[in-house]
Nanobody, 121 residues
Framework: QVQLVESGGGLVQAGGSLRLSCAASGSIFSINTMGWYRQAPGKQRELVAAFNSGGSTNYADSVKGRFTISRDNGKNTVYLQMNSLKPGDTAVYYC???????????????WGQGTQVTVSS
């Protein structure tokens, strides 16, 4: 019912920038939360940045001051601007949304397919 499509990953040198996008489509009534997670090889998936249901933002300590999450509610899209990238940021990045679909009285969690970000030293 809801699809999340990500774009914007790639290979970049340390110190460089990338911008990720994630657009939701389908039978969307409202979106309660939007966020980005990442998973590096051999590690657990971790929160990078997110909007909570009140609209406030949360960032992982490791990305504060370097990454910025933003959104376009009219387009059901969330962005992640990543600056001053480090090799330690290398991971698969996933967008995540809690979405209320038409006719539903509760939200469900949806994930994007993941996009690879590789930062070379």
């Amino acid at each position: 019912q809801v699809q999340l499509v990500e774009s914007g990953g790639g290979l970049v040198q340390a110190g460089g920038s990338l911008r990720l996008s994630c657009a939701a489509s389908g039978s969307i009534f409202s979106i309660n939360t939007m966020g980005w997670y990442r998973q590096a090889p051999g590690k657990q998936r971790e929160l990078v940045a997110a909007f909570n249901s009140g609209g406030s933002t949360n960032y992982a300590d490791s990305v504060k001051g370097r990454f910025t999450i933003s959104r376009d509610n009219g387009k059901n899209t969330v962005y992640l601007q990543m600056n001053s990238l480090k090799p330690g940021d290398t991971a698969v990045y996933y967008c995540n949304m809690r979405v209320v679909t038409h006719g539903a009285g509760y939200d469900n969690t949806y994930w994007g397919q993941g996009t690879q970000v590789t930062v070379s030293s």
